[in-house]
Structure formats: C-alpha cells, structure tokens
C-alpha cells in the first residue's frame, strides 16, 4: 500500500528511529521539525543510513502534515497540545494520527520515572480532542525504546495498540509490524493508552535498575494473531 507518512517532532531519536526502520521497510516518509532545515539533516543521515534517498526528506512541521496520510506525533508532552493546536488545520481530511506520546514528569522539569497526570486520562485521548474531525487517532509505541529503534537488531517488543477507530488500529498495527521481531497486539479502546503510557515510566526505572536502555514488552499467553481478536464488546 502506498503512503506518505510524516513523523512530527521526527528529529529526536524515538521519530528518527521510527523513520529508519520504516524507510527501510519500504515505506515513505516525512520528517516534521519546527526547524526545516533540522529536518533536512535528520532526512539526510536516514537517507545515507537506508541509502533510500527516495524514500526519505524533510520539511517543517506543518508542511509535512499537509501531504501526510498518516501523521506519527513523537514530541515531548510539554509540546504536545500546542503543537496540535498550531497544526489543527493542517491535517488532510480522512487522515490518522498515532499518538507516541508519554506525559513523563520529565517533560515538565520532573523525573522520567513518574507520569503526570492528564485530565483526558492520557496523552493519546488529549491529541483526539485536538485534531479535527475526521482524523482517526491511533496510540502506540510508547514502550518502545529509540535506543533499539536506532540499531540493525530485531527489536523482540510488543507494541500495544489502542483505538476507537478500527482503520487507525489497523495502520498502526501495520506499521508496527514492519519493524522486525515487534508484535502488535490489540489493546481496546483508545482509553486504554493511558495504562500503555504509565508502563513506559516503569521501563524507565528497569532501565536504570539493570543499567540498560531498552527494556520493552512482551505478553504472554495470547494466540499468535493477538492482533486480529478484538476484545470483547465489554471490554
Ligand atoms: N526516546 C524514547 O526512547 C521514547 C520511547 C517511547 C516513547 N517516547 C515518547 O516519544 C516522544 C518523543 O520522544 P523523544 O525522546 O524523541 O523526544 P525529544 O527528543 O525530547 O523530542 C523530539 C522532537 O520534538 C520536538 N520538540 C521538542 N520540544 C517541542 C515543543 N515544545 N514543541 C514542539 N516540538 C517540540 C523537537 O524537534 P524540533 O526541534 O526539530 O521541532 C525534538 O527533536 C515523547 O513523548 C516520548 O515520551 C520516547
């Protein structure tokens, strides 16, 4: 399937390594910065690091969510709500947003290893509100360290996929997917990001604990197409 994919805040490393294995993958993307010609450097070095130089450039922020199909928000929390707001109208009309984001207390001077608290429950349910009608809004890869991201290996982690928009879910779990040894897994309703998002805080602190940087995830005891179950209507 051919689709344009612009990773905004694509500059730091979780967007940049996002947009390596992607490029790698086949797939064709943007990098968004406020900076264009930051962009241009970090689409530079994917280029060199792909040689898929086709496949890979850089544009400001809102230029790279204009021509995007599916839009990959990898900023800190912080920057998150103004930044949607500022790209609001922006978006193509029928376009999907995944939602990386984790409201680390980091991202406001505190420690990486606690969360805030975020009034819609999640960082990932905060982007719903902002984006305009008819962006389907997709949270995942928060557990997903760019440090493994950022090399050749397999990246043996699940990647738990929350939606109220089965098309959304679907992109995300695709995307997933291209990045070798990750699994996505059906993780319910969009709400449910707001656990997925605490989890990374805690990885944080297994990190650190056994002087790492890529703890991640892995359930255990679901069917090998864990993707393709939805959970039932009450859950
Ligand atoms: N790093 C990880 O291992 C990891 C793993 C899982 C999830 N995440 C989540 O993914 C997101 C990105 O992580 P990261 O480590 O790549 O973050 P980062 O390096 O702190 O920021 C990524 C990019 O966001 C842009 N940015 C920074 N502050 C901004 C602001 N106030 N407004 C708008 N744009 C801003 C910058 O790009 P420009 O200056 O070029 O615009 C920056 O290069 C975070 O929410 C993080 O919690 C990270």
């Known amino acids: 399937m051919s689709r344009l994919i612009a990773i905004v805040g694509g500059t730091g490393p979780e967007g940049s390594g996002l947009a390596l294995r992607w ?26 690091k792909t ?28 920057g998150q709500a103004g930044l949607l707001k500022q790209l609001k109208s922006a978006f193509k009309p029928g376009a999907v947003l995944i939602d990386t984001t984790v409201p680390l207390a980091a991202a406001v001077g505190g420690r990486a290893t606690r ?15 902002l984006v305009p009608k008819g962006v389907a809004v997709a949270a995942a890869f928060q557990n997903l360290s760019a440090v493994l991201l950022d090399s050749e290996a397999r990246v043996e982690c699940d990647v738990i996929v929350c939606s109220d ?36 805080a805690l990885l944080v602190t297994l990190n650190r604990k056994h002087g790492v940087h890529g703890a991640g995830i892995r359930v255990t ?15």
């Open 23 to 48: 490029v790698r993958a086949g797939e064709t993307v943007i990098i968004g910065s406020r900076n264009p010609q930051r962009a241009l450097r970090t689409a530079a070095q994917i280029a060199e």
């Open 51 to 78: 040689g898929a130089p086709d496949r890979v450039r850089g544009e400001e922020n809102a230029s790279a969510v204009a021509a995007a199909d599916v839009v990959v928000l990898t900023v800190p929390f912080s």
């Open 115 to 129: 969360t805030l608290s975020v009034w819609q429950g999640s960082a990932a349910e905060q982007a719903a509100e």
């Open 165 to 200: 928009d089965d098309r959304a879910r679907q992109v995300a779990s695709e995307l997933a997917e291209k990045i070798p040894g990750v699994r996505a897994l059906h993780g319910g309703r969009l709400e449910n990001a707001r656990i997925v998002e605490q989890l990374t």
């Open 221 to 235: 005891g679901l069917p090998n197409q864990a993707m393709r179950q939805p959970p039932r209507e009450e859950d």
